[in-house]
């Protein structure tokens, strides 16, 4: 059985311009450990400008250990973002990275907010139609708790 892991962050930093930038898709992509093994098996730069990437990568196994590597690699840039596998869906972690350093929090979706109540179903689907219908909000339909 495998162990996808979602690695969702943001970079910041001088060196992603000009011609030492190596957070480019293919760059990423060629990225290895020490002992051989990629460190993403799958990388989207999703939006990027001169000194700043969010980047989605991926990888079977050991994300965490993933990430810390990349964040020691590469001092100078701050990193910071979240990663979960699909494992464990409630369950998620965040992290920060600087000075080749990384922090990470670990963090549960408590049992309560993991499943949609039927009461918000039945108000969102009444949202949406109206939406639909005239594009004018009706105050009428949002819930008390607004």
């Known amino acids: 059985m495998s162990c996808w892991w979602d690695i969702d962050f943001s970079v910041i930093g001088p060196e992603l311009a000009g011609e030492q930038d190596q957070f480019i898709e293919k760059t990423m992509a060629e990225m290895r450990f020490e002992g051989g093994a990629k460190l993403f098996h799958y990388v ?4 990027g400008l001169p000194g700043y990437r969010v ?3 991926s990888r079977n196994y050991y994300g965490e250990p993933a990430i810390e590597e990349l964040i020691t690699r590469f001092p100078n840039l701050t990193f ?3 990663l ?3 494992s464990t869906y409630e369950h998620y972690t965040l992290f920060y990275g600087r ?3 990384a922090t990470f929090t670990e ?3 408590p049992e309560n907010q ?3 109540g039927e009461n918000y179903v039945d ?7 109206d939406a639909q219908a005239d594009h004018e909000p009706q105050p009428d339909l949002l819930p008390d708790w607004v």
């Open 114 to 116: 993991m499943s949609i």
């Open 99 to 101: 000075g080749g350093q």
């Open 80 to 82: 910071i973002g979240s």
């Open 44 to 47: 989207e730069i999703v939006a």
């Open 107 to 109: 963090h549960a979706i």
């Open 84 to 86: 979960h596998s699909d």
């Open 55 to 57: 980047i989605h990568a």
């Open 123 to 129: 108000w969102l689907a009444r949202v949406m139609n």
